[in-house]
T-cell receptor, first 113, second 114 residues
């Protein structure tokens, strides 16, 4: 069974540019999550989709971040325009049920210079 | 505020030494608890979880954790570590009535010397 896959694994962009991160959850998992780890800090929740609907987006830092999950399959997280403090590792995760084991992807490393 | 505190940021042990990583949480309600591990270059993997029942939970690779409700703790233990246990370990909590909004501790880096 394929795990949660994320693309790209690494991205270096200049301040002000746009980056789009993609996540493919485990097949059949309706719940999809985005988390972020900024250097030296703990992993923090960004948002949660149930199918294509945003269940909880309380962790999104500001309106430069836009997450979508069209069709309830893969998800994208766009950062526009990127700022230096956006650098970090963006984790995607999925689960079959809301209260269940959450499976993580390998993360997308974002460096904004 | 809800939070998770891991007592040690960096632990260095020799092979065969015993391991205990501390985790305390602050959460007003019933919780589900997790330990995740991230080996170098790999994704976060679930080591073990506690939802209910026996507070002593067995996980993969010989790890176990004990949920002590009165102390708001969920410490991770292993009787004898191996070099391959070198990794970063994360304690996480979620409200049992909540969605997948895991609250993570800061992580503990374990280095096992051969």
């Amino acid at each position: 069974e394929a795990g949660v896959t994320q693309f790209p694994s690494h991205s270096v962009i200049e301040k002000g540019q746009t980056v789009t991160l993609r996540c493919d959850p485990i097949s059949g998992h309706d719940n999809l999550y985005w988390y972020r780890r900024v250097m030296g800090k703990e992993i923090k929740f960004l948002l949660h989709f149930v199918k294509e609907s945003k269940q909880d987006e309380s962790g999104m830092p500001n309106n430069r971040f836009l997450a979508e999950r069209t069709g309830g399959t893969y998800s994208t997280l766009k950062v526009q325009p990127a700022e230096l403090e956006d650098s970090g590792v963006y984790f995607c995760a999925s689960s079959q049920h809301m209260v269940d084991t959450i499976y993580f992807g390998e993360g997308s490393w974002l460096t904004v210079v | 505020a809800q939070s998770v505190s891991q007592h040690n940021h960096h632990v260095i042990l020799s092979e065969a030494a015993s391991l205990e990583l501390g985790c305390n949480y602050s959460y007003g309600g019933t919780v589900n608890l997790f330990w995740y591990v991230q080996y170098p270059g790999q994704h976060l993997q679930l080591l073990l979880k506690y939802f209910s029942g026996d507070p002593l939970v067995k996980g993969i690779k010989g790890f176990e954790a004990e949920f002590i409700k009165s102390k708001f703790s969920f410490n991770l233990r292993k009787p004898s570590v191996q070099w391959s246990d070198t990794a970063e370990y994360f304690c996480a909590v979620v409200g049992s009535s909540n969605t997948g909004k895991l609250i993570f501790g800061q992580g503990t880096t374990l280095q096992v010397k051969p």
